[in-house]
């Protein structure tokens, strides 16, 4: 989703546009928009069509890529 560039440029408040999440229904994206940064770890509000599905989190693994859960 994120390489490790466009991890390192995150500010709080961008907004990263993801894959449809159902593109049978359209081509709607997912909608990451950057809540918390820091060095090592970034925190996501995820929305589809407006609506809140919840936060995801970024952070930084051992072998330099990232690693994604929810929160």
Do not use: C
């Not at 090592?40 to 952070?59: I, M, N, P, S």
């Amino acid at each position: 989703m994120l390489n490790m560039e466009e991890f390192e440029g995150l500010s709080v408040g961008d907004l990263i546009e993801a894959v449809p999440l159902f593109p049978a229904l359209g081509p709607e994206p997912v909608v990451l928009r950057t809540s918390q940064k820091a060095h090592d770890k970034a925190e996501f509000v995820v929305t589809y069509h407006g609506v809140t599905l919840g936060r995801w989190v970024a952070q930084r693994d051992t072998k330099g890529g990232l690693t994604w859960t929810l929160s």
